[in-house]
């Protein structure tokens, strides 16, 4: 691997790990596209970035715990282990043009509902899904779209908006299942053989990254409103699902 490639592999962890911070969620969201577009395979760009949330998700973690809706969680946790497995077969026997072209729907399609969320719910002031078995296929989704994709925060979070969780629930609630399913994640990945030693070289090269992207992310997260700059990060999202739309040579 030139020397070219790991930079460009690295700074898409960065990327990727400074909109989770910035935002609570989205390493995945980004990180995997710009991946897909490098000569890199898929099995390595999902450990690597499952590698990555997990050593986000520890960093980040204790500063929310006290905010953490632990009935829900434990439920999500439940579930996600069910899920896993599911992910992990579509990952090995699913063709990676088959992932990358469902990768770029589930991203236009999340955009778009991000884009939308705050005019289709509002003056919704009651949460909806309250009874409890709504967060079972949730959990589920998670561990599936976790342990194939690293996506395990995108139904968490539409879940939470749906319940109506106030910010401080929202991002300790996310952060906590981030550490747990992705302590699963990365252990399924681990023992399914996505493990090289190609991906465990890029990961202790990505590490310097990670930590300055912690770093400025919370510096942002502080100072500059998060919420002027969503907008701006689901349209860069639905853009790169339009992107991976497109068939690449290496595919």
């Known amino acids: 691997m030139s020397l ?7 700074a898409a962890v960065f990327i990727g790990a400074l909109m989770r911070t910035m935002f609570g969620f989205g390493e995945a969201i980004v990180s ?4 897909a577009l490098l000569p890199i395979s898929l099995n ?21 715990w006290r905010h953490i809706e632990r009935p829900i969680l434990i439920r999500l946790a439940i579930t996600t282990v069910v899920g896993i497995p599911i992910g992990l077969l579509m990952l090995r026997f699913t063709p990676a043009n088959v992932i990358t072209t ?3 729907i ?7 509902y991000s884009i939308l969320k705050k005019k289709l719910l509002k003056g ?3 949460p909806l899904l309250n009874a409890g078995g709504w967060v079972l296929p949730f959990g ?5 779209l976790g342990s194939a994709y690293n996506f395990n925060g995108v139904p968490v979070v539409i879940y939470g908006t749906l319940r109506r969780w106030n910010p401080e629930r929202f991002r300790g609630t996310l952060q906590a299942h981030f550490l747990i399913s992705g302590v699963l994640v990365v252990s399924g990945h681990a023992l399914g053989g996505l493990w ?32 002027k700059f969503e907008n701006s990060l689901f349209i860069i999202i639905i853009a790169l699902g339009i992107l991976l739309l497109f068939p690449h040579g290496r595919y």
């Not at 995997?32 to 991946?35: A, E, G, K």
């Open 44 to 64: 390595t760009s999902v450990s690597l970035i499952g590698l990555a949330g997990l050593t986000v998700a520890a960093l980040t973690v204790a500063s929310g």
């Open 32 to 35: 995997m596209p710009l991946l």
């Open 106 to 112: 589930f991203l236009i399609v999340y955009g778009c």
């Open 4 to 10: 070219n490639i790991m930079i460009l592999i690295i």
């Open 196 to 227: 090289t030693k190609d991906l465990l070289t890029l990961y202790a090269f990505s590490i310097p990254a990670i930590l300055l992207a912690i770093i400025i992310g919370r510096y942002f997260n502080k100072k500059i409103p998060a919420g």
């Open 124 to 126: 919704l002031d009651r």
């Open 140 to 144: 589920f989704a998670s561990g599936a």
């Open 102 to 104: 469902g990768l770029g």
